[in-house]
């Protein structure tokens, strides 16, 4: 199989702590430019239901509450860019790498990422913004005290992360408008697609 070009696709990486807009601007990005998007998550789930051995091993690992194995993960991301590799202008890669580890494994068997955006807000509004979701979702594992320790796994394991990549980094207040987020979103994008 052919690597990705990524001179012709960039490569994306969305990285944003729980409640910091990421979604919303990942779809602004998909109308706009219109890259492939991929969230670990969503891969894991449409294995998971696909039946297949290795959906089989997921569930079991799942059910016995462990985290997914890195290299099945980075396996799953890899097929998923290779079987769209033609048709895709770019890939928003969302929510990954989570660790150190899985950035250096992903440039490693996948390709270099050209470009990460951060979006930052600081803890006192991700958990506003929680529980405000929670409030209207009645999602139960958003209570302040589940809120503040996920931010705080997802903050450690982040800055390790975006200390790894200093030129590639681009940071972002997110705690601005979603259309003042998005104007810098634009200047970060358009370059890459000229």
Known sequence: ??????????IV???????SGKGTQCEKIIAKYGFTHL?????????VKSGSDRAKEL????ERGELVPNEIVLDLLKEAMLARADEAKGFLIDGYPREKSQGIAFEKNIAPVTVIIYFEASSETLTKRL??????S????????TIKLRLKTFLDNNDLVLAQYPSKLKRINAEQTVDVIFGEVQAILDPLVA
Do not use: C, F, Y
Not at 138 to 145: I, L, Q, V
């Open 1 to 10: 199989m052919a690597p990705i070009d990524t001179s012709k696709k960039p």
């Open 13 to 19: 990486w969305v990285l944003g702590g729980p409640g």
């Open 39 to 47: 969230s670990t998550g969503d891969l894991l789930r449409a294995e």
């Open 59 to 62: 569930t079991a690992i799942m």
């Open 131 to 136: 529980l405000g979701r929670a409030a209207s």
């Open 138 to 145: 009645g999602r139960a594992d958003d209570n302040e005290e």
